[in-house]
C-alpha cells in the first residue's frame, strides 16, 4: 500500500507531465477538494484524479472555513493586507473577506496557517496555470471524493428546435484521462462525423451556477404580495418586504374569506392564499441562478418532507455528448450539522445523515422543480454548470462578484 506522500508524488508528476494538457484551463472544468484531515488538495476531473498536494490549512484560533467556494479573482503577485503585508503567490482568492489558496515557503504536514489554504511554491504555480476565475474550491473536513450522479431530477441541455445546432453545443471535449496524443487522430475522428448543415461556431456558453434552499421570509412575501394583487387586494409593488400597505392587503384578504382580520401571516393563512388563487401547495423552497458572478433568476420549488434536513450537496456538470446533448453530473455531500436555533427556524427536526452512500440521491428526489424552470435551465446549461443543495440559504459570503458561496462551518470569532 503506497503511503500518502508516495501517492502525492506520483499523481505529481502525473501533474507536471500533463501541462499541455492542465494549460486548457477554464475549457476543462476541474474541481478542486481541500481536505483539512488530510491536509490534502485533489484535483479532479468529473471522478479522476488529475493531481495532488499536501497543504497547511489555518491554525487553532484561525481556523480554514469548510464550504463550497469558487475562485474570484486571481494575481500572480499579491501580499496580505491584513497581516504585514506578507507576500502571498500564485495568490487564487475563494472569498473576499480573505481565504485564498496561495504559495508559500513553509508548508507543515499539520495546520500552519492565518485562514489561508498553502500550498507548495511548484505546485502553486502549476494549479495557477490550470485553473479560471469561477472554478470550484471545495474544503472539506473530511476527505471527500467526486462521483458520477445519475437521478432523474438533475437538468440536463434542452436544445430550442427552432435554432441551429451551435458548434459550442456541441462539445468534444475529452476528459483530462482521455486526453489524445498529439497526432493520434482521435480529434479528426470526432469532426469527421456528419455534421447538421445549419451548424454555426459561436462561443461556448458561460457555466451557470444554480443554488436549491429553503425559501426565507423575503421569498414568501414576494409571493403574499403577488397573490394579493391577483386577488384584488392592494398590497402595493411585490419587493418581498412587509409593509404597512401589505398588512392592510393581508386583512382585506382576510375579512373577504371571513377570516379573523388581525394581519398575522401563518401557514394556514398562505395556504388559503394559494388556495383561493388557484395555485396549489404554496413552494417552501427556493431556486436560484447566478451566472458570471451575477444573479441571472429566482424560481420556487417544493421540498418534499421538510422536516427533515436536506444536507449539503455539490454537483457539477461536465462532459456533454455532442449526438445526444447530454452531460454527466457529479456530485459530493459535505457534513454540514445544522444547529439547535437554525433547526427550529427551519422547522427542521430529523438531521440528515453525510456519511450515507445515497445522501444526494435521497435529496434529489425530495425536490420538485417546475417545467417551466427546468427547460429555462435546460437552455443555459453549459459545460462546468454546477448545482448546490443546502439548508442553509445565501450566507454573507454571497454576494457582488461571486458565485453560490455555501459555508459548513465557519471558524468561532
Not at 476528459?175 to 462561443?203: L, N, R
Request: net charge neutral.
Amino acid at each position: 500500500m503506497f503511503s500518502r506522500l508516495a501517492f502525492g508524488i506520483s499523481l505529481y508528476a502525473v501533474f507536471l507531465s500533463s501541462g499541455t494538457a492542465l494549460a486548457a484551463g477554464p475549457q476543462v472544468p476541474l474541481q478542486v477538494i481541500v481536505s483539512k484531515d488530510q491536509q490534502s488538495l485533489v484535483v479532479y476531473d468529473g471522478d479522476t484524479v488529475v493531481a495532488t498536494s499536501k497543504v497547511s490549512t489555518g491554525k487553532a484560533g484561525y481556523s480554514t472555513p469548510t464550504g463550497i467556494f469558487s475562485i474570484l479573482e486571481k494575481r500572480r503577485h499579491h501580499r496580505s493586507n491584513i497581516y504585514s503585508n506578507a507576500p502571498m503567490p500564485f495568490m487564487q482568492r475563494l472569498t473576499w473577506s480573505g481565504i485564498a489558496l496561495h504559495a508559500s515557503n513553509h508548508v507543515p504536514d499539520y495546520p500552519a496557517s492565518h485562514g489561508c489554504v498553502r500550498l507548495p511554491n511548484d505546485f502553486a504555480a502549476e494549479l495557477y496555470k490550470m485553473t479560471g476565475r469561477g472554478l470550484h474550491v471545495l474544503i472539506s473536513d473530511r476527505q471527500v471524493t467526486p462521483v458520477e450522479i445519475r437521478d432523474a431530477m438533475l437538468f440536463q441541455p434542452v436544445r430550442d428546435a427552432a435554432d441551429p445546432l451551435l458548434l459550442s453545443d456541441a462539445q468534444l471535449r475529452p476528459s483530462m484521462a482521455q486526453h489524445p496524443a498529439p497526432g493520434s487522430g482521435a480529434v479528426e475522428v470526432a469532426m469527421t462525423d456528419p455534421a447538421p448543415t445549419a451548424a454555426i461556431e459561436a462561443e461556448p456558453k458561460p457555466p451557470i451556477r444554480i443554488l436549491i434552499t429553503r425559501r426565507g421570509e423575503r421569498e414568501t412575501f414576494l409571493d403574499i404580495q403577488m397573490l394579493l394583487n391577483q386577488l384584488g387586494h392592494d398590497a402595493g409593488m411585490p419587493d418581498g418586504y412587509a409593509g404597512s400597505q401589505t398588512y392592510a392587503a393581508i386583512k382585506s384578504f382576510q375579512t373577504s374569506e371571513g377570516l379573523t382580520p388581525d394581519g398575522v401571516v401563518t401557514p394556514a393563512l398562505i395556504e388559503a392564499l394559494y388556495r383561493k388563487a388557484g395555485k396549489g401547495t404554496p413552494p417552501n423552497g427556493q431556486l436560484m441562478v447566478r451566472q458570471s458572478f451575477a444573479p441571472l433568476f429566482e424560481a420556487p420549488v417544493v421540498i418534499a418532507r421538510p422536516e427533515v434536513a436536506l444536507g449539503t450537496h455539490f454537483l457539477q456538470f461536465q462532459n456533454i455528448d455532442a449526438k445526444t446533448n447530454t452531460g454527466e453530473w457529479f456530485g459530493v455531500t459535505l457534513e454540514n450539522a445544522l444547529s439547535k436555533p437554525a433547526k427550529k427556524r427551519l422547522g427542521v427536526t430529523v438531521e440528515e445523515d453525510a456519511l450515507a452512500f445515497n445522501a444526494t440521491h435521497r435529496a434529489l428526489d425530495r425536490i420538485t422543480v417546475p417545467q417551466e424552470v427546468r427547460e429555462r435551465i435546460g437552455k443555459l446549461l453549459a459545460e462546468g454548470s454546477s448545482l448546490t443543495i443546502s439548508d442553509m440559504g445565501l450566507g454573507q459570503e454571497t454576494g457582488d462578484g461571486t458565485d453560490f458561496v455555501t459555508i459548513t462551518h465557519a471558524p468561532k470569532s
